[in-house]
């Protein structure tokens, strides 16, 4: 239930995003507000990622603060889909060789 309520919250966030992007400044010149992560690739305002700093990771969102472009924990922890080996074969190996038929 809860996860759920996230993925919703999490699509009507990227739904919103293009709309976010543009802020209007003096004399109605349009200024491109924008995050950077850590490769220097650029993040719209409203885009929410997985961010690892100082060995901690957490979902963060790319916002507006005082007229900069900051990332805010929106989640504690980020969201997963990786799986992990597991420690031995689920099988065993035959150690004798199969008798000739």
Same mark, same amino acid.
């Given at each position: 239930?809860?996860?759920?309520?996230?993925?919703v919250?999490f699509?009507?966030?990227?739904a919103?995003?293009?709309s976010?992007? %543009? /802020?209007? &400044?003096p004399?109605?010149k349009?200024?491109?507000?924008?995050?950077?992560?850590?490769t220097?690739? #650029?993040?719209?305002?409203?885009?929410?990622?997985c961010? %690892? /700093?100082? &060995?901690?990771q957490?979902?963060?969102?790319?916002?507006m603060?005082l007229n900069?472009?900051?990332? #805010?924990e929106?989640?504690?922890?980020?969201l997963s889909a990786?799986?992990?080996?597991p420690a031995?074969?689920?099988?065993?190996?035959?150690?004798s060789?199969?008798?000739?038929?």
């Amino acid at each position: 239930m809860q996860h759920a309520r996230a993925l919703v919250i999490f699509a009507l966030i990227l739904a919103s995003g293009p709309s976010l992007g %543009d /802020v209007v &400044g003096p004399g109605g010149k349009v200024i491109d507000c924008y995050c950077t992560d850590k490769t220097g690739e #650029r993040v719209d305002l409203g885009e929410i990622r997985c961010l %690892d /700093v100082d &060995g901690r990771q957490f979902m963060a969102q790319c916002q507006m603060s005082l007229n900069v472009p900051m990332w #805010r924990e929106v989640q504690a922890n980020c969201l997963s889909a990786s799986l992990r080996q597991p420690a031995q074969p689920p099988y065993s190996i035959a150690q004798s060789p199969l008798p000739a038929l």
